[in-house]
């Protein structure tokens, strides 16, 4: 999830692989004829149309022209307001044809992207969060922390942020009050649920908008240890604006991130966050498009981008690499910059994007519970397996792959693998269910407390109830092998991710708290202030790596000249 042409906060899960490598033949008979859904990366075309998605791009003081386009007969998708530009869909020969017409400037892949960001184990949290607390929210609406909004203090109230992601579930309580307007860029309607045909998304926008906007006191299912009532957004007070351009596999063409920031231009968003990036230029009609989005007025805020590694500082992805782009990129909770986390010399800021806790699509996550007779052991769930319980024999099944389950039968099992370093979780889980496996124990050489949670294939694929042991657990788990075991897994409204998708909106939402104690300000006032209020991190001054530094949000208003002095 942390790489190609992806939305920036998570979405190439890091544990996933593809499904249909692979896998070794076993001994005995398959259980069930369970089939791997496969995921397509690419915007294709039907089978047997050549047609490819292009952005067309008219000459300055042509916008007429686009009735060129129409004269081709083809499929104009989306006609751009912002940028003399149509999206649509064309044969190699119309492209040939429209290339060679004096009035179009260029023509440009309708390039895909795609979201960044992973989902992490649960924690024990209060509902005012590690990050929540990183970047001063509290310390501007509840200074005394009573957990009550104190009276007249900036909570973002008036103030419109733009969310454009993979929509949001409607259904969270953290997310009910806030939510104002939505449009569906994928399916091409007005409800922006992250979800299409049936099928639910992995919640990724639910979780960007819950960092901006979640409620107090307003808590969905959590888990022991939470606060029961959930997390709080950074600015409580804003309004929600949900423009889904992400499918339920985290994909989105540029032509709808296109047509959704114009959407979030015609619905006076003061805001738009953009958690979805491209490791290259998205071309001169997208460069434009948001350049023209800023000059009318709009703050945009976008990841800077999780592919920078260790030993690798990666450049900024697009759009955040654009000038008229506030570039975002991540810090953990010590404020040290993420190893994933993008840089460069376009960098702006940091904020909060790892382990960052906040509102996933109702029972979008579970927790887990591993019983051996009179033991509990500590356990994660895996992202996408679904809630549910079985008890049965726990049978070795080696590493998964090559080794067939000893013991195991068509009546059902508890299997115990071995996960070696680099294997395919989802194409392991299927060959042990293949098996008869009604639920799957992995063994992990990581401790507990730094393994991050492991991830199966989905949406829209049939697993069983799936966790994850750290090497504390792992020796005593072995013990069971041949006995009984219970696997029980319970669905909550809540998960960590890791990104600089999660960065970007805890920015977005201290914008919103500095914009509405000072509405007059202007968007580049606004970015201006919170630049000169981070705190400096890294080489003193501006630095690839950190950018001004990390966004606070009381600092901010104090360089307003204080709480007490705004009207």
């Not at 912002?82 to 190699?92: I, K, N, Y």
């Not at 045909?197 to 908008?209: D, K, P, Q, S, Y």
Request: proline share 5%.
């Amino acid at each position: 999830m942390i790489r190609g042409w992806t939305v920036v906060g998570l979405v190439g899960l890091m544990a996933c692989a593809d499904p249909e490598a692979g896998i070794s033949p076993q001994s005995q008979n398959r259980c069930v004829d369970t089939k791997v859904h496969t995921v397509s990366g690419a915007l294709s075309s039907p089978a047997g149309d050549d047609r490819q998605a292009v952005l067309v791009r008219y000459r300055p003081g042509l916008r007429q022209s686009a009735s060129v386009t129409r004269q081709l007969g083809v499929s104009v998708t989306a006609h751009y307001q912002l940028t003399p530009a149509v999206a649509a869909r064309l044969t190699p020969q119309e492209i040939s044809r429209l290339a060679a017409d004096p009035s179009v400037e260029r023509i440009e892949p309708d390039l895909e992207l795609r979201a960044l960001g992973q989902p992490l184990s649960t924690g024990s949290v209060g509902e005012y969060t590690e990050s929540l607390r990183l970047v001063q929210g509290p310390r501007v609406w509840d200074v005394n922390e009573d957990g009550v909004l104190d009276w007249g203090a900036p909570t973002g109230s008036g103030i419109r942020v733009c969310v454009i992601d993979s929509g949001i579930d409607r259904r969270h309580p953290e997310l009910r009050l806030p939510y104002v307007d939505g449009h569906d860029f994928v399916d091409n309607d007005d409800d922006p649920s992250d979800e299409s045909e049936g099928v639910r998304g992995l919640g990724h926008g639910t979780h960007v908008a819950g960092i901006i906007a979640a409620q107090l006191a307003s808590g969905g299912t959590t888990w022991a240890g939470m606060s029961r009532d959930g997390m709080v957004g950074v600015a409580p007070g804003v309004e929600l604006l949900i423009a889904r351009v992400l499918n339920v596999h985290e994909r989105a063409s540029i032509s709808n991130v296109l047509s959704a920031l114009e959407w979030c231009q015609r619905k006076k968003a003061h805001v738009a966050t953009l958690s979805l990036g491209a490791p290259m230029d998205m071309g001169v009609t997208a460069r434009d498009a948001f350049q023209a989005a800023r000059d009318a007025g709009m703050l945009i805020i976008a990841a800077s981008g999780n592919d920078g590694t260790a030993h690798l500082e990666a450049p900024l992805n697009y759009p955040s690499a654009y000038p008229s782009v506030l570039a975002v990129g991540a810090v953990d909770s010590r404020a040290q910059v993420a190893t994933f986390s993008n840089g460069g010399e376009g960098l702006s800021l940091v904020a909060p994007g790892v382990d960052v806790l906040s509102a996933i699509s109702l029972r979008g996550n579970t927790i887990s519970e591993l019983d051996a007779g009179a033991q509990r052991y500590a356990s994660r769930s895996l992202f996408f397996a679904p809630a549910g319980e079985f008890t049965g024999t726990l049978v070795d099944c080696g590493n998964g792959e090559a080794q067939g389950c000893q013991g195991g039968t068509c009546d059902g099992f508890v299997a115990y693998v071995r996960l070696e370093p680099g294997a395919t979780v989802s194409r392991v889980a299927r060959n042990v269910m293949e098996q008869g496996a009604r639920a799957i124990v992995f063994g992990m050489s990581e401790s507990e407390t730094q393994s991050w949670q492991m991830s199966l294939e989905g949406p829209g694929q049939t697993w069983v109830p799936a966790v994850s042991v750290g090497r504390e657990s792992r020796a005593a788990v072995l013990k069971s092998l041949g006995r009984q075991v219970h696997v029980n897994l319970t669905g909550v409204d809540y998960a960590r991710f890791m990104g600089t998708s999660m960065a970007a909106p805890h920015v977005a939402g201290v914008a919103a708290l500095v914009w509405s104690a000072r509405p007059t300000m202007t968007a580049s006032e606004v970015r201006d202030l919170l630049e000169r209020s981070a705190l400096d991190l890294g080489a003193p001054g501006h630095d690839p790596r950190y950018g001004h530094g990390l966004v606070r949000a009381r600092a901010a208003l104090d360089a307003l000249g204080g709480l007490q002095s705004l009207p």
